[in-house]
Nanobody, 115 residues
């Protein structure tokens, strides 16, 4: 069955870095656009970064120049390197896989940025 398993979240201080990783299985990973979303308490889920099946990327304005998304079509993983983390980055981060007629989510991994 389809699985998206995120790992790498945790508690960090402002200015620190974290790397999230999502391991995918059960579908043709290379065909899917992959993304990272986040949801802070009492806020809607928002797109953080996306990498299309072509390798093209796009980012939310709030994370440009700080975050970098990458994918490995051999290992079926998508990573999110997060640098210069700020308290406003605190949220549950979700991995997403999207293709025409299919949309899959991981269970989420929490990231807390606090001094």
């Amino acid at each position: 069955q389809v699985q998206l398993v995120e790992r790498g979240g945790g508690l960090v201080q402002p200015g620190d870095s974290l790397r999230l990783s999502c391991a995918a299985s059960g579908f043709q990973f290379r065909l899917f656009d992959m993304g990272w979303y986040r949801q802070a308490p009492e806020k809607p889920r928002e797109l953080v970064a996306q990498i299309e099946n072509t390798g093209a990327t796009n980012y939310a304005d709030s994370v440009k120049a700080r975050f970098a998304i990458s994918r490995d079509n051999i290992r079926n993983t998508v990573d999110l390197q997060m640098n210069s983390l700020q308290p406003e980055d605190t949220a549950v981060y979700y991995c997403n896989a999207h293709y025409t007629g299919a949309n899959y989510w991981g269970q989420g991994t929490p990231v807390t940025v606090s001094s």
